[in-house]
């Protein structure tokens, strides 16, 4: 079993930046794919960024020129910052990990872009 932990959301304001860390209790070295979905309510989870092993980034379209997801193997963990934000990136932002054949989800963090 593999637990992860995300954090870094909160409140922007439209133009703004935030930092998503998830970090998971064991390591990622052998990672198949981690990253990021968003889900909004009546909504489907939507892919924002990922990384598998092996391939380039695949990040959506929508924050393709605005989202960076990197990976610290050494820390277990893996980034999302977001730039420019706009009030439809608004979400719970949840980690995901493919690791051992096995799917695992964050309970997610609040991304929230307000004026």
């Known amino acids: 079993q593999v637990q992860l932990v995300e954090s870094g959301g909160g409140l922007a304001q439209p133009g703004g930046s935030l930092r998503l860390s998830c970090t998971a209790s064991r390591s990622i070295f052998r990672a198949n794919r981690m990253g990021w979905y968003r889900q909004v309510p009546g909504k489907e989870r939507e892919l924002v960024a990922t990384i598998t092993s092996g391939r380039d980034p695949n990040v959506a379209q929508s924050v393709r020129d605005r989202f960076t997801i990197s990976k610290d193997t050494a820390k277990s963990t893996v980034y999302l910052q977001m730039d420019s934000l706009k009030p439809e990136d608004t979400a719970l932002y949840l980690c995901?990990?493919?690791?051992?054949?096995?799917?695992?989800w964050g309970q997610g963090t609040r991304v929230t872009v307000s004026s």
């Open positions: 995901f990990l493919r690791l051992d054949n096995q799917n695992y």
